[in-house]
């Protein structure tokens, strides 16, 4: 079993700028992807980045320039800086995780989420 634990998050002011971080922990013998999606009342979940075992990473237009991904292989964790940040960038932010349990199964998981307001 895998688990991913986010923190971080919380209120800034727009213009603004907020940091997350997601641990994995668990069973894992390899993460290749990790990434970070969103919710925001009433709307779909959606995708902000992505990172990979190798550092590539891939960012949602609507964040490109403001946002960065970044990850620690060995401590098994994602970060999300998230600056000049906008009122639409209020959701709840999930951490993604996806790789091979030590018997070797896939595994895709995600954090319980971190709330971000961003007032106006």
């Known amino acids: 079993q895998v688990q991913l634990v986010e923190s971080g998050g919380g209120l800034a002011q727009a213009g603004g700028s907020l940091s997350l971080s997601c641990a994995a922990s668990?069973?894992?013998?390899?993460?290749?992807?990790m990434g970070w999606y969103r919710q925001a009342p009433g709307k779909q979940r959606e995708f902000v980045a992505t990172?990979?075992?190798?550092?590539?990473?891939n960012y949602a237009d609507s964040v490109k320039g403001r946002f960065t991904i970044s990850r620690d292989n060995a401590l098994s964790t994602v970060y999300l800086q998230m600056n000049s940040l906008k009122p639409e960038d209020t959701a709840v932010y999930y951490c993604?995780?996806?790789?091979?349990?030590?018997?070797?199964?896939?595994?895709?998981?995600w954090g319980q989420g971190t709330q971000v307001t961003v007032s106006s």
């Open positions: 990172i990979t075992g190798g550092g590539s990473t």
């Open positions: 993604n995780g996806a790789g091979l349990t030590d018997s070797f199964r896939p595994f895709v998981s």
């Open positions: 668990g069973s894992i013998r390899t993460i290749t992807g």
